[in-house]
Every structure is written in C-alpha cells, then in structure tokens.
C-alpha cells in the first residue's frame, strides 16, 4: 500500500487490523529517520542508524528500500517471509519507488494506492500534524505530485475521505479477499474433478 503522505495510510492500516486480526498483519519497516512523539521501535517503525541499515542492505536482509526525504525505508526479509508462510496477508506500507521494487521482486504481489478526496485534505492533514516545518511540508507535497503521478502503474486506488478510514480499510480487504480466488491463485482447485 501506498499514498502520499498524509493520506492516512497508518490509519487504514490500523483500522484494517483491528477488524482483521487474524488475516493481516502490517510488515514493520526499516527506517533511518528519527522517531515522532508516540512511535515505538519495533511497532511503527525499525529505527535504525545508516549504517546498520547499509549493512542490512549488503547482507541481503532487506526486500526492498529507497529514500524519501533524505532517509532509508525498507522492507526486512525474515519477517516478511515468516508471516507469508503462516499464511498471513501482509501488508507493506511503502513510498512508490519501493512499490515498483516488490513489483519487480514479487509479481503476485497486489498493489494498492490511497489518495486523499482532494489536494487540499492532503496539505491540511499534513499541517495537523503540527510535527513538520513549513519546507518538509512543501517537499511532502511536490513528493506526492510524482507518487500520484506513478499510480497507474498500481492495480488498484482507495480514496480515504476524512473520517473514513473503517470504509476505505474494508474496500482493501474486499480487494485482497477478491484477490485471493484469482484463478491463477488457485491452481489446485479443480484437480479433483479434472484429475
């Protein structure tokens, strides 16, 4: 899943799990950028140096990364592939240039991208958040300009109105659930009646 920033993917994500606790899980990402006032290492975020997170790139411990405003954000391995056995439909919230990568990396992989109702919901939400600078702000977004702009490379769009979060958390699981019973997801199902 992504959207520019200060579409409430984080939000939608927390509503999707409190609904679905036993058939989603968020995938935790690596990140170099410091912590914001409530985030907790290891729930919002793996909070690592540039170092470590170079030395985990080298080991081949990262799925996928990129940089967004000048910090790494990327995709651990082991626990992605632990939950995905388990049979857990995981959930990656990533920036576009680390979507095109799983695409790349995963072509079953199922790509979804939120957006705001408009362009002035997304720079007010953004200034709510009163833990950005006025130049973070601009940067986030002419950012998401370009995310918007990389969209139709997606399989599917969710907008999320304000206060929607709980319906635009349930239009994903539907997708996911839809996604499911593909045909091509479901090679064995008619080998009993064809042999």
């Known amino acids: 899943m992504s959207g520019p920033s200060g579409c409430g993917k984080g939000t939608i994500v927390k509503a999707l799990l409190e609904k679905y606790p036993d058939q989603f899980a968020l995938s935790v990402s690596a990140t170099t950028r410091a912590p914001r006032p409530g985030e907790e290492n290891g ?30 954000y990327g995709t651990p ?29 995963c072509p ?12 002035e919901t997304l720079e007010a ?5 009163g833990t950005n600078t006025e130049e973070d702000i601009k940067n986030r977004l002419l950012t998401a300009k370009r995310e918007i702009a990389v969209m139709k490379d ?18 994903i699981a539907g997708i996911i659930f839809a996604e499911q019973h593909k045909i091509e997801r479901c090679p064995e199902a008619a080998k009993a009646f064809i042999g």
């Open 154 to 171: 997606y399989d599917y769009v969710v907008i999320n109105e304000d206060g929607g979060a709980e319906i635009a958390a349930k239009e």
């Open 125 to 129: 939400r953004l200034r709510g958040r």
């Open 108 to 119: 079953e992989a199922v790509l979804i991208f939120v957006l705001p109702p408009d362009p």
């Open 43 to 72: 729930v919002h975020y793996h909070f690592i140096s540039g170092e470590e997170f170079e030395r985990r790139i080298a080991e081949d411990e990262i799925l996928e990364y990129t940089t967004y405003c000048g910090n790494y």
């Open 77 to 105: 391995k082991k626990e992605l592939y632990e939950r995905t056995a388990a049979g857990i439909n995981v959930i990656l919230e990533i920036e576009v240039e680390g979507a095109m990568n799983v695409r790349r990396l």
